[in-house]
């Protein structure tokens, strides 16, 4: 189903905004963030749910349906 699609979205963009954050530790002068994270799924989330609601046989294609 659609649901479980995108929750398989958010939860790629979690995985990798996580990534992005905890590989920050070894660049000099910058700190993961939890702020960050959060805004980045926050974002990923909104995406989801415009694409469902104005484009949503548009979205599908990217999400194997």
């Known amino acids: 189903p ?6 398989a979205v958010i939860l790629s963009a979690f995985l990798l905004s996580l990534c992005m954050e905890l590989m920050q530790v070894y ?3 910058r700190v993961g963030s939890l702020r960050d994270l959060t805004c980045n799924v926050a974002g990923a989330a909104i995406g989801v749910a415009v694409a469902l609601l104005f ?3 548009a979205f599908l294609p990217f999400l194997g349906g």
């Not at 659609?2 to 929750?7: K, Q, V």
């Open 27 to 29: 660049v000099p002068g």
């Open 2 to 7: 659609r649901a479980g699609r995108a929750a």
């Open 55 to 57: 484009r949503p046989a």
